[in-house]
């Protein structure tokens, strides 16, 4: 389903470009995450569209969404400021909105809960790389360093090889996006979102409205292991989607059917550790 209507809006220091499809039902924002931009989602919203108003959109520095001024190291902050102006232009003052965000978008989605609870009716966070937080987090962001540090040295294609190691040491699957925006990923990205690490007490305040959710194919993986541990620390089970990181862009029907179901509470209990039979990422 191609989108009823796309735009761009300004926002401090960029113009952000989104699309929204579908004209029935609550607000459902979906964040991307690294290299991603709208068209990462685009087989999802087409299906999450029967039920929803979806919202898709390139973060800030990839693709459609320019930059004022040259590139710079990303913050979480100011990316969380973007969606939270995306929902006060798309909805009623006042409206709350249901969100999903994977990867670093779910850092996006949690900061922007963290913020704005009271525009958040439920947002679901699919393996946020929040390697900081974990009790072996120094090796990691060794790793993360020298990656990004491969990439300014031998390239792109050495320091992705290495990135493997984020994801069972599996090569990152191919994903559609409109532009590559992997440079600008491993230049301003990798670095400050692997080190950011959520506000811990701001998440108890806010922890009803959080559903963790991770990859029933990606649960051994490295990128699963910050879910299980912020979920852990809030009391809170792991809800397991078909495929693994990036099941939504593999299993866009399956994938649909379970985030409705987890955003749907009466129905998202029963569900919970069904899953599905998608295998890979």
Not at 107 to 131: F, S, Y
Not at 135 to 147: I, K, N, S, T
Not at 186 to 195: A, I, K, S, W, Y
Not at 238 to 264: I, K, M, Q, S, W
Request: negative net charge; proline residues 7%; charged residues 20%.
């Amino acid at each position: 389903m191609n989108p009823l209507n796309s735009g761009t809006l300004a926002v401090p220091g960029a113009k952000i470009y989104f699309e929204v499809r579908g004209g029935e039902g609550p607000l459902l924002l979906l964040i991307g995450g690294g290299n991603s931009d709208a068209a990462v989602f685009k087989r999802l919203a087409a299906v999450l569209a029967g039920s929803h108003r979806v919202v898709t959109y390139d973060p800030r520095g990839n693709s459609r969404s320019v930059l004022d001024g040259p590139p710079v190291d990303q913050k979480v902050e100011e990316h969380a400021d973007d969606a939270y102006r995306l929902i006060e232009h798309l909805t009623r003052p006042e409206e709350s909105v249901y969100v999903f965000g994977s990867c670093s978008g779910g850092l996006i989605a949690l900061e922007l809960t963290i913020r704005h609870p009271g525009r958040v009716h439920v947002v679901v966070v699919h393996e946020p790389p929040a390697l900081s937080i974990l009790p072996d987090a120094a090796r990691h962001l060794a790793l993360l360093d020298d990656v990004c540090e491969t990439h300014l040295r031998e390239g792109m294609a050495p320091a992705l090889t290495k990135l493997q190691a984020l994801h069972g040491g599996r090569p990152a699957p191919a994903l559609p996006e409109v532009h590559n925006n992997t440079d600008f990923f491993l230049t301003h990205f990798v670095r400050p979102f692997t080190r950011f690490a959520p506000d811990l007490a701001a998440l108890e305040d806010v922890a009803e409205k959080v559903v963790w959710a991770g990859g029933l194919a990606s649960r051994g993986d490295l990128v699963h292991r910050p879910t299980l541990a912020l979920a852990d620390r809030l009391g809170r089970d792991v809800e397991l989607f078909p495929g693994g990181h990036v099941g939504y862009a593999r299993y866009p029907a399956d994938f649909a059917e379970r985030l409705v179901e987890v955003l749907t509470p009466a129905t998202g209990a029963a569900g919970a550790q069904r899953g599905s039979t998608g295998g890979g990422q």
